[in-house]
């Protein structure tokens, strides 16, 4: 079994910072892409910034600038630096993980954290 922990969300002023982490743990072979996404209007959820395990990363252009996504393999954890955050950026922020588990190393599986509120106040 594998779980995703996210935590950092929180209330903050328009010009702040916050920084969510995510730590995927349980029986885990290999994690491959980790991301972070957000819900939008007409849309499942977008990604915000997504990193693979070689370190390569992607953001959205809203992200681009503000947001750092990094990535710690040896704890399974990746990370969401939030700067000059804007009251557009409140939402609620979950992490994905594509995991190979030790079960089913030949298989890789979208796992989904349970989200973390993140509050942006003008």
């Known amino acids: 079994q594998v779980q995703l922990v996210e935590s950092g969300g929180g209330l903050v002023q328009a010009g702040g910072s916050l920084r969510l982490s995510c730590a995927a743990s349980g029986s885990i072979f290999s994690i491959n892409a980790m991301g972070w996404y957000r819900r939008v209007p007409g849309k499942q959820r977008e990604l915000v910034a997504g990193?693979?395990?070689?370190?390569?990363?992607t953001y959205a252009d809203s992200a681009k600038g503000r947001f750092t996504i990094s990535r710690d393999n040896a704890k399974n954890t990746i990370y969401l630096q939030m700067n000059s955050l804007k009251p557009e950026d409140t939402n609620v922020y979950y992490c994905?993980?594509?995991?190979?588990?030790?079960?089913?190393?030949?298989?890789?599986?979208?796992?989904w954290g349970q989200g973390t509120q993140v509050t942006v106040s003008s």
């Open positions: 994905n993980a594509h995991i190979r588990t030790r079960d089913s190393p030949w298989k890789e599986t979208d796992y």
């Open positions: 990193i693979i395990s070689g370190g390569t990363t």
